[in-house]
């Protein structure tokens, strides 16, 4: 996929079109989702520059999730992309009071976000945040798409700044909710930077919990 100040990265799947791009000072990224048999959209993580956003999605959306509470993720976009499309806002139940664009629905683990013909289900992983969800797309034709927000990267998990509570519940969130439920193949979606799979992140696991960030 391509990355900041070029094209965006657009991943062509059966029923769904994945474009990516990196967005603003902190390189966030913003997925467009796009139901091929619908035409329906939804935009994970308005994050910043709206004028690109709302290009790339030819003004028209039917939903905005924001992954977690991090300003980075909402305040340079959000509030611009939902008032030029009328989108519907969602976030994670416990986070969404942090965020200062009203989320319409709230989302708590195991939910399905749907827009057009094409199903998510949402993850519940505290720790990088208290809220944070995870969006879990499985390809009927194909392996699982994960966007995962800023609870894992290539090479670990979300930062959780020296808490070791925090640490351990998003750790363990991950093990358990993320590589125990799903296969190798699963390609992961950060919040910022490159791509992934579960099964090039998960020899790493160990080092993980032993380094304890």
């Given at each position: 996929?391509t990355y ?8 062509e799947?059966g ?9 603003g000072?902190?390189d966030n990224n ?7 048999e ?8 308005a994050a910043n520059?709206p ?11 039917s ?59 949402a ?10 969800i ?8 194909g ?10 990267f ?32 699963t ?15 998960r020899?790493s ?9």
């Amino acid at each position: 996929m391509t990355y900041t100040g070029a094209a965006p990265g657009v991943r062509e799947l059966g029923a769904l079109t994945i474009s990516k791009v990196s967005v603003g000072p902190m390189d966030n990224n913003a997925y467009l989702l796009l139901c091929r048999e619908t035409g329906a959209q939804l935009l994970i993580d308005a994050a910043n520059e709206p004028e690109r956003l709302l290009a790339l999605a030819e003004g028209r959306l039917s939903a905005v999730v924001t992954t977690h509470r991090h300003q980075d993720h909402w305040a340079g976009a959000l509030e611009e992309v939902v008032a030029a499309t009328g989108a519907v806002t969602y976030a994670g139940r416990l986070d969404a009071p942090e965020i200062a664009v009203p989320t319409q629905v709230l989302v708590d683990d195991g939910d399905t976000v749907s827009f057009g013909a094409i199903e998510l289900q949402a993850i519940h992983l505290s720790g990088h945040t208290e809220g944070s969800i995870s969006l879990l797309y499985n390809d009927p034709d194909g392996h699982p798409h994960l966007f995962t927000g800023d609870c894992l990267f290539p090479g670990g998990i979300g930062g959780t700044w020296g808490d070791p509570a925090a640490f351990t519940s998003l750790f363990e969130g991950v093990e358990t909710k993320i590589f125990g439920r799903l296969p190798d193949e699963t390609w992961v979606y950060p919040g910022h930077g490159k791509d992934t799979t579960l099964g090039a992140e998960r020899p790493s696991l160990p080092e993980w919990r032993a380094r304890g960030w």
